[in-house]
């Protein structure tokens, strides 16, 4: 029983890295997909929302879907979608080709990221403990490792279908064959369901809701002006801006590495609340910054904070709502694709209207209205680790291999 925990873990963990992978290759690269295809910088937005808001849709129907079909055999076959996806906005010639291949990339993504996250909290309800941050921890590593790839196709010039191609032939036959051990978990005892019954009550999710909202609008923030305000407001050099983001990723990464280890001893409150301080500090030293170095601190303390939100933000969904977990974990993800709408276009008139140093301030407050939600991440009735660990069962979910 434990191994058959043990590689669902890790084949889960493998396909969050390999998403990880393929978003980067993918936002990474739009200036080149814009000269590839001819997208003029008027029509580029539509493009760019049209993802999110597919990725939306997705999202929507893997709520129903998920009824009729396990969650893993909609994520085995949503991610060869996502890859084969990347791999045609790269290897088209044709505006149209481009349209249909980012199409199929947003809806594919929102089932792939909310079958992800299902598996992922019936994982962690098997183990008894957390472990949520950990499958996010190897998101943040596919993400720096696709980064780092799209950077070596820019620097060689390299068509892009050239640069996709070796990734999603390694990828693709890789998540192929480890899907063969992702773990779904066994609907929970009518007696464990709660007060709800199974079903959601949206009120209750609202919090988490808005949590996800506002993290993701950090998160994009960061990710889509990061390198402008450091160059404009700052002044630094044009290799230098480039950094922000890597360190953004690279803390990301450690602070989810180490994070579960967080939560088991001090409970996800306490370490919500933890990372959503840290965030805010970061934008307050990003917003009042000097120069660009002092920027830069501003930005690791971002991705050490922010880090921890989303991955518990899913969690709590679950625990709210062990019986309809899976609906409450799609219905919380559409809410990823809102917060990336809404982040980088407010920044953005804010910063032209106003100034980019108080653009800062916006993410900033909206982060820490987190400490507000916080109570609704603590684990009821459970409480993983630091001597409150529920003891783990022997049912560890099944398979998904006779699906």
């Known amino acids: ?49 049209a993802v999110p808001i597919l990725a939306g849709v997705g999202s929507v129907t893997t709520e129903q879907l998920v009824k009729r079909i396990r969650p893993s055999r909609l994520l085995r ?6 890859l084969l996806a990347l791999l045609g906005a790269g290897a088209g010639g044709h505006i149209a080709e481009l349209a249909v291949a980012l199409g199929a990339f947003g809806l594919a993504v929102g089932a792939l990221d909310a079958s992800m996250n299902m598996l992922g909290v019936s994982l962690q309800r098997s183990y008894g403990r957390s472990i949520m941050l950990s499958f996010h921890a190897a998101y943040s590593l596919g993400g720096i490792l696709g980064a780092s790839l799209a950077w070596v196709g820019a620097h060689w010039h390299l068509a892009l279908w050239v640069s996709y191609l070796p990734v999603v032939a390694v990828l693709l036959p890789a998540a192929l064959v480890g899907s063969r051990w992702y773990v779904d978990g066994d609907p929970v005892p009518l007696e464990e369901r709660g007060a709800e019954g199974g079903g959601i009550v949206f009120k209750l999710l609202l919090p988490l809701c808005l949590v996800m909202t506002f993290a ?25 801006a480039t950094v922000p983001y ?14 579960d280890f967080g939560v088991r001893r001090f409970g996800a409150a306490a370490v919500v609340r933890l990372g959503t301080l840290v ?38 969904a679950g625990r709210l709502f062990p019986g309809a977990s899976d609906a409450a974990i799609a219905r919380l993800n ?14 953005g008139a804010l910063g032209e209207a106003w100034s980019y140093r108080g653009a800062m301030l916006v993410p900033m407050v909206l982060v820490l209205v987190t400490l507000v939600y ?30």
């Open 1 to 49: 029983m434990t191994d058959v925990l043990r590689r669902g873990r890790a084949s889960l963990a493998f396909s969050f890295f390999a998403q990880g992978a393929t978003f980067a290759l993918l936002v990474t690269r739009i200036p080149a997909i814009q000269d590839r295809y001819g997208v003029s910088d008027a029509l580029l937005p539509a493009f760019l929302a």
């Open 77 to 82: 076959w949503s991610q060869p979608v996502v």
């Open 216 to 240: 993701y609008i950090g998160d994009s923030t960061v990710s889509n002006w990061s390198a402008k305000y450091l160059k404009d407001v700052l002044g630094s050099s044009e290799q230098l």
């Open 246 to 259: 890597n360190v953004y990723m690279v803390t990301t990464l450690l602070g989810r590495a180490i994070g």
């Open 279 to 316: 965030a805010a500090g970061g934008f307050a030293v990003v917003a009042s910054a000097p120069g660009a170095w002092v920027g830069m601190l501003g930005f690791t303390l971002l991705g050490l904070g922010l880090c921890v939100l989303v991955p518990q933000t899913f969690a709590a």
């Open 334 to 347: 559409i809410f990823n694709y809102v917060g990336f709408l809404v982040g980088s276009p407010l920044v």
């Open 374 to 403: 916080a109570r609704s991440f603590a684990p009821q009735p459970d409480r993983y680790g630091g001597g409150h660990e529920r003891p783990r069962t022997a049912d560890v979910g099944r398979g998904s291999n006779g699906l």
